[in-house]
């Protein structure tokens, strides 16, 4: 049997919160900020403490017992659907096997030269290849929800983007298919390759906006404003739902003890750090963590906002202004006015009553130690982007500070996979970063693949002599002796 029978029979009730004027909304219409304020929503379960009547083991033993179940609207982020949008039906949830990415630890070699233990959860591991895949999963089920239950015959997704938001839209969107179309909007010459080919090979359509992200940002803000279109960006609050899993899963696989565990989490848009607070939050609330990980967001030189508010100790003088953005390896990342920055306060503020101080804390690391972070996760062994680049360049900065012990283990957030991202680290093989960047190859880092024999070798000898020619200077190369 396929389907078990197992679903869930639990029904929240979910509203649309405004963290700008606290005006609750109807989740039956499709809103993106508050109509009232332009203020953005968390989206709450109003009966979410009734799940309390149930002890933390129950909890625990279910979420385990699906991890193994056959049921495909259980296999991805609805493996935790009580806590994440229990208003979604089996028949509306899609799954192309987001979630359940790997935990993978930092090896002997690179756990002493960290200093610390740590492991790489690689949420490049998800169909799109990147963790944005956790909340278009959720918020395209629910929109596949709406389009059931208001028959409606076309909708039409739109979302801006420094990449991966695109990528992962087009892919929701082409598998949904019927009514729902997809078109993204990117700023142009500013996403790489593979992201490009992404929306393009899932045949979305790809609209170019010379600028930055921010550009792209107001054009979406723009059409948000006036026109019906279900906008995917972060601002959307299903999106954050489904990016609360990846607390779930890291709760999971630590045996539900996060106790002396930080997670470090790249910032751009402040989506994933939001949900990923959120998501530990909601454990908390019904006992199955008995206490929070300590979070540590992670933000580059050249695109800072945050670290810059949560920079100043004293809460009554911090003072939040966007900021302009200069080129960054971390370019998914790579945002000057995050449009989840009240949710971060939102939670952050929460975190830290339950937490206490220190359980939430913002790091500032140079675009140099981004991709070296990358460069020394990936030849121990990790697919890392450069945005778990950045984590490790924001461990490694925690360390240096004393923010971490060697006791406690650390959690760093991989959001992409590391193919996606191969230009920067071709831009420092062969030293062609432009200057803005501010990077300095170091030789011990750098890669470059080596000719052994020439293309005139090949055109001028006998096959069998080519072979060994070319076998022998592989010989002189690495320096090969004989069987004896
Ligand atoms: C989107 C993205 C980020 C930034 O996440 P936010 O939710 O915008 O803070 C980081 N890394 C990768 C690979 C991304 O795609
Ligand atoms: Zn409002």
């Given at each position: 049997m396929l389907t078990g029978g197992d679903f869930p029979k639990y029904r929240g009730r979910m509203e649309y919160v405004c963290l700008g004027c606290g005006q609750r909304y109807d989740i039956r219409e499709l809103y993106y900020t508050c109509p009232k304020c332009s203020g953005v929503f968390v989206l709450e379960d109003t009966t979410f403490d009734s799940l309390a009547e149930f002890p933390p083991s129950y909890w625990q033993s279910l979420f385990d017992k699906r991890a193994a179940t056959r049921t495909t609207g259980l296999r991805g982020i609805f493996r935790y659907h009580e806590l994440t949008a229990p208003v979604v039906e089996e028949?509306?949830?899609?799954?192309?096997?987001?979630?359940?990415?790997?935990?993978?630890?930092?090896?002997?070699?690179?756990?002493?030269?960290?200093?610390?233990?740590?492991?790489?959860?690689?949420?490049?591991?998800?169909?799109?290849?990147?963790?944005?895949?956790?909340?278009?999963?959720?918020?395209?089920?629910?929109?596949?929800?709406?389009?059931?239950?208001?028959?409606?015959?076309?909708?039409?997704?739109?979302?801006?983007?420094?990449?991966?938001?695109?990528?992962?839209?087009?892919?929701?969107?082409?598998?949904?298919?019927?009514?729902?179309?997809?078109?993204?909007?990117?700023?142009?010459?500013?996403?790489?390759?593979?992201?490009?080919?992404?929306?393009?090979?899932?045949?979305?359509?790809?609209?170019?906006?010379?600028?930055?992200?921010?550009?792209?940002?107001?054009?979406?803000?723009?059409?948000?404003?006036?026109?019906?279109?279900?906008?995917?960006?972060?601002?959307?609050?299903?999106?954050?739902?489904?990016?609360?899993?990846y607390a779930f899963e890291i709760a999971q696989w630590r045996a539900y003890d996060t106790y002396r565990t930080c997670v470090f989490v790249p910032i751009g848009n402040a989506g994933n750090i939001t949900a990923i607070m959120g998501g530990f939050l909601k454990l908390k609330r019904l006992g199955i963590i008995p206490s929070l990980p300590r979070i540590f967001g992670v933000q580059s030189e050249h695109a800072d906002p945050v670290y810059r508010y949560y920079s100043v100790a004293e809460a009554k003088k911090r003072r939040y202004e966007p900021v302009a953005v200069t080129p960054s390896v971390a370019q998914a990342a790579m945002i000057g006015n995050p449009v989840s920055f009240p949710r971060v306060k939102h939670f952050a503020e929460q975190y830290e009553k339950i937490g206490g101080p220190g359980s939430f804390q913002v790091i500032r690391v140079s675009e140099q130690d981004i991709i070296e972070g990358m460069l020394l996760a990936n030849r121990h062994g990790h697919i890392s982007c450069t945005q778990g680049g950045e984590c490790l360049a924001g461990l490694r900065a925690a360390v240096t500070l004393g923010l971490v012990e060697p006791s406690e283990e650390s959690i760093l957030d991989a959001t992409a996979h590391h193919l996606k991202f191969i230009g920067f680290q071709d831009m420092y093989y062969t030293n062609t970063f432009p200057p803005e960047y501010g990077i300095t190859p170091r030789p011990e880092f750098v890669n470059a693949p080596e000719t052994v024999i020439s293309d005139d070798d090949k055109a001028s000898l006998s096959p069998a002599d080519y072979t060994a020619k070319a076998a022998q200077a592989v010989v002189t190369r690495l320096g090969l002796t004989g069987r004896g």
């Open positions: 028949q509306d949830i899609v799954y192309l096997g987001e979630g359940h990415t790997p935990m993978v630890a930092a090896n002997d070699a690179l756990r002493e030269k960290v200093g610390v233990p740590f492991f790489y959860k690689n949420d490049g591991q998800n169909p799109s290849a990147s963790f944005k895949d956790r909340g278009m999963a959720c918020a395209f089920s629910y929109l596949k929800h709406l389009v059931r239950a208001n028959d409606w015959d076309s909708v039409l997704t739109v979302c801006a983007s420094t990449g991966d938001t695109s990528a992962s839209a087009a892919l929701y969107a082409a598998y949904v298919g019927g009514p729902i179309k997809s078109a993204v909007i990117l700023p142009k010459g500013k996403v790489t390759p593979q992201q490009l080919a992404q929306p393009l090979g899932s045949g979305a359509t790809v609209l170019e906006v010379p600028g930055v992200f921010d550009d792209c940002m107001k054009v979406v803000e723009y059409l948000a404003d006036n026109y019906r279109v279900a906008l995917l960006n972060s601002k959307n609050a299903w999106r954050i739902l489904g990016q609360e899993s």
